[in-house]
DNA sequence: ATAGGTGCAAAGCATTTGCCGCGGT
DNA sequence: ACCGCGGCAAATGCTTTGCACCTAT
């Protein structure tokens, strides 16, 4: 049977080439928050008749319908990420590039009070900590320059991990 | 006597050339967030002798003596705005693009019990709020694509309000 | 059969940079 | 005079697209 993002796509009524069938095990197997030609290597592994430009297409695809969501943390490349896993944020080690996520019911009450206090409602909201671990000499790494707010380094494409 | 911005150049002792002065001025009297763009636009109507490369070098150069702040609202361009202002975040309407600033000291205080519970000090951190306004009917905007989450609308250039 | 998907290479955008003449200090 | 700056155009890096062929349904 397919794998769990498949059958997103088959529920949508998308149709089903070998390509996307890759892409979404791909998906569905990823712990982290790959970005495209992260993907586009991990899928190539797999099949190797894949393009990175249906990789583009598809991932875009996905996200337009709701399947996956895209992030931006920064270093000019978008990520991306299966929906559901509810409502988390993310916290990223500007020393490793290493992404935690984590939620907090508390923090979303004091969001949605400040949204009204200003006479909205919120659609959506992102929240990023760049953060340095406790008590821990740090090794900088390597920058290229581009995009998003702190200027954090770049994140290295798989050393995500998950801290629910 | 120069702009406020231009001050904290010279204080910095940075050479102040004429397209400089312009581009400090610009920036000292902009209540928005511009894009390069934008800010290339008001600063060539005061001085038409400024190439775009200068602006984009110019915004980089501050941004890295702490004179402005980088800011990515989703749209693929990056947008400026002077430092100081203490810490405060970003309401964006999802129907008209416009920026709301708003600070939340309580808010503060919860992120930073969040990292800390993870193992992390926060070095800055980021959150926008993508919000629509209550009880209005929307009238969407067009869109390009690119860049960001909550793939939003584009905001538009200068409609940014304040409100502290 | 046929609407839609895919590969490839070219196009697009925002942003950066090499080169070289010019302008602050 | 000297070193940094600005203009211009070419180069980048990520992402999108036009076109011709291919394939699920």
């Given amino acids: 049977m397919g794998s769990r993002i498949e059958q997103a796509c088959v529920e949508r009524g998308l149709k089903m080439t070998g390509q996307r069938r890759v892409i979404a095990r791909v998906l569905s197997e990823a712990a982290d928050h790959p970005d495209v030609e992260e993907l586009y290597r991990r899928a190539s592994a797999l099949d190797g008749r894949i393009s990175i430009a249906t990789v583009y297409r598809t991932v875009r695809l996905l996200e337009e319908k709701g399947i996956l969501e895209r992030r931006d943390f920064g270093g000019g490349r978008a990520?991306?990420?299966?929906t559901e896993h509810g409502h988390?944020?993310?916290?990223i080690d500007v020393d490793t590039g290493r992404v935690i996520e984590f939620e907090d019911p508390e923090h979303e009450?004091?969001?949605k009070a400040i949204a009204a206090r200003l006479g909205f409602s919120i659609v959506s909201h992102r929240l990023q900590l760049f953060g340095r671990k406790l008590e821990a000499a740090a090794a900088p790494r390597p920058s290229r320059r581009r995009s998003?707010?702190?200027?954090?380094?770049q994140p290295a494409a798989d050393t995500d991990e998950l801290a629910r």
Same sequence: chains 1, 2.
């Fill in 109 to 111: 009450r004091v969001l």
């Fill in 88 to 91: 988390h944020h993310h916290l």
């Fill in 148 to 153: 998003s707010e702190p200027r954090a380094d």
């Fill in 79 to 82: 990520r991306y990420e299966p």
